[in-house]
């Protein structure tokens, strides 16, 4: 049975690093002794080893052995045998080229359908949906293929932002983009706010934390769904 | 001998389509009875007809007749005999898709090289650079590569947006992306904010509009280019 939490971001503002997810992730690493880090989002580049070791001090109260996939000779195995899995933000594009260059996205499916606790956060939890091509990341390197784990049946959009009607910048809103994506793609988008999360258990997916999510599906207006919705209607 | 306006955006905050631009068109375009227009980027997925007429509108006080690249049958000769071409803004994944899918990218280069005038905005400008990785936009296509015209030896950023200090958004800057872009690559990239654009002609690169350029390059901290400016200083 499928046990992820899919976090739009592993920061939020005033906080450190994972801490406003410290009380789920009690409950979601509570019966593990290590955990598996794939760092290669490498957030502003970042080496493996302190992105690793960041995560490490974040979970420092709770006993469990953070240790990173470049620890490991052979990474599929690695996820084979990991008790739980968390892959951290960065950037997306990066992240993914890693995962289809090692051959680490079907061990990685796997392994989640088997009940494996995952932990995704931004890049992280980009990767979770049918592909990547909601990202808001820079395509600083090109991956054979945008497509991603598709454990949940929708895309994600993490970091969702809302438009701010006093900006000048004639850039486009994250809505305008995420309307684009659906003039080349029927997938349905979850516009996750930061400090919104989704519980996926099996075939149940909660949407967490305090803020609506901002849904976007072809051909219809985006509306707002309500904290600790099942995501499942939008089916 | 390249003559190219390269523009960070189409429009201006308080402006119309191409407003600001006008005074330089007409300079940039006097010569010319017709523009070959190339609406593949569609902004919000706007049909190729409605973009086009959108810059007859916008080009009505001079006397010159809009084509788009969609009304001829062979778009490869309809670069080869164009006046002068014009490609908008949109998605650039979109467009560099299409570029790709119907081989226009060498026909475009061929075109530039031998001297026929060149407007760009935004992912029309993305794509005048050596490829498209420092572009803001969503990957909702796949393109083959993105590898662009490398009309100039640098990447392009348009609408280059400084960090706001107020934010509580944790998503990346465009700074952060940036540098991010430099952890995989050594393209130098020009920061091109709203009401700027680069004038080339031949080997000369001028820095044009009011406003500084932002500059990036690997290993170096990012520094500020002052309106007027030849980018060849950059190399």
């Not at 290669?40 to 080893?49: K, L, M």
């Not at 080349?184 to 075939?203: F, H, M």
């Amino acid at each position: 049975m499928k046990n992820l939490l899919v976090a739009s971001t592993s920061t939020i503002y005033g906080g450190s690093f994972l801490q406003y997810l410290l009380p789920q992730l009690k409950e979601h690493f509570k019966a593990i002794d290590t955990l598996l880090f794939i760092p290669y989002a490498r957030p502003g580049g970042i080496t493996y080893e302190s992105y690793t070791s960041k995560v490490a001090v974040a979970l420092k109260d709770f006993s469990i052995s953070v240790k990173g996939i470049h620890e490991f000779d052979d990474p599929q195995k690695a996820i084979e045998n990991a008790e739980a899995i968390f892959v951290g933000g960065g950037n997306t594009f990066v992240l993914l080229d890693q995962l289809h260059r090692r051959q680490l996205i079907e061990p990685l499916k796997r392994s989640m359908e088997k009940g494996t606790p995952y932990l995704g956060t931004s890049a992280g939890s980009n990767i979770v949906g049918l592909n990547v091509k909601t990202t808001n990341d820079m395509p600083i390197v090109h991956p054979e293929s945008l497509s991603a784990l598709g454990l949940i049946p929708f895309n994600i959009n993490p970091h969702y932002l809302d438009p701010d009607p006093d900006s000048k910048h004639k850039g486009e809103t994250r809505e305008t983009r995420i309307k684009e994506f659906h003039t080349c793609n029927d997938t349905t988008v979850i516009g996750l706010r930061e400090g919104s999360w989704i519980a996926v258990k099996g075939e149940r997916m909660i949407l967490k934390g305090e803020l609506n999510a901002r849904i976007f599906k072809q051909n219809k207006n985006p509306f707002e769904l309500p904290a600790n919705s099942d995501l499942s209607q939008l089916l």
